[in-house]
Nanobody, 117 residues
């Protein structure tokens, strides 16, 4: 059974950086299409970044392009989201997810990121 566990969230100041980690068990990270989503209070969950590792393709929401980077580390079977130049509007619960077919079928429990001005 595929399981995803996020970590690395916290409270930071605007302009700071954070790195989120998604630890994968049950499958190898390199075999999955994976992504990061976030949900702010009162808002719908939105796509942040995603990657098809086999094709070395990454996609980002316009709001985070140039500031966030998605990556993986096979030895640790983990995916990361490096977030630079954080803004208050980046405040949200961040989730990692993996696809099954064309559906984002597997989700972690989420990690809170709070950015204060």
């Amino acid at each position: 059974q595929l399981q995803l566990v996020e970590s690395g969230g916290g409270s930071v100041q605007a302009g700071d950086s954070l790195r989120l980690t998604c630890t994968v068990s049950g499958r190898t990270v390199s075999s999955l299409t994976m992504g990061w989503f976030r949900q702010a209070p009162g808002e719908e969950r939105e796509f942040v970044a995603g990657a098809i590792w086999t094709g070395a393709n990454a996609d980002y929401a316009d709001s985070v392009k140039g500031r966030f980077t998605i990556s993986k580390e096979n030895d640790k079977n983990a995916m990361y989201l490096r977030m630079n130049s954080l803004k208050p509007e980046d405040t949200a619960v961040y989730y990692c997810a993996a696809k099954y077919g064309s559906t984002w079928a597997f989700w972690g429990q989420g990690t809170q990121v709070t950015v204060s001005s």
